[in-house]
């Protein structure tokens, strides 16, 4: 597989998310099926009132991880997740068009299985998304695209 190329992608639209629910954000995440309960087995980037956009990596997929980067942006906001090789990298776009790297790429061990997970994390249901895109690259060659909405 050519290590240029991602392998996974996953892009989300976030679309809203109220003040009153700082906390509240949604995004996408790369999910390790292999990992023990106690590994970090995501990472994830997504928006909220708090933080603006960011990535970080955590150990389990029911609430975001610690940010390790955030950045002060507004929504609504895309957001995509890749996964190239063993290399994470976050990017986000306000108009659609004009992409923005969040932070430096964050490794996977070899042994990393990633699933997407398109995520909203709040308590009162104050964030709305809408999943864009989700590809996996088989390792055989071929490819799985859902394009959705």
């Known amino acids: 597989m050519d290590d240029t190329e991602p392998n996974v992608v ?4 976030v679309v809203r998310a ?6 509240g954000c949604g ?23 708090a933080h603006g956009v960011a990535i970080g990596r ?10 390790t980067t955030t950045l ?16 994470c990298v976050g990017r986000y776009s306000t108009d659609g068009t004009t ?3 969040i932070a430096p790429s964050l490794t996977v061990p070899d042994s990393f299985r990633p699933t997407l997970v398109p995520f909203t994390a709040t308590s009162s249901g104050t964030v709305r998304i809408e999943p ?7 390792p055989t060659g071929g490819s799985m695209t859902t394009t959705l909405g």
Do not use: F
């Open 99 to 101: 992409w923005h790297r």
């Open 132 to 138: 864009l895109s989700l590809s996996h690259q088989r």
């Open 10 to 13: 996953g892009v989300v639209r």
């Open 18 to 23: 109220a003040a009153e629910d700082p906390w």
């Open 27 to 49: 995004g996408i995440a790369l999910r390790d099926g292999e990992s023990a309960a106690d590994d970090p087995s995501i990472v994830a980037v997504w928006a909220s009132p």
């Open 58 to 67: 955590g150990a389990s997929p029911s609430r975001p991880p610690d940010p």
């Open 72 to 87: 002060d942006v507004s929504l609504p906001v895309t957001l995509e997740l890749t996964l190239t090789g063993r290399r």
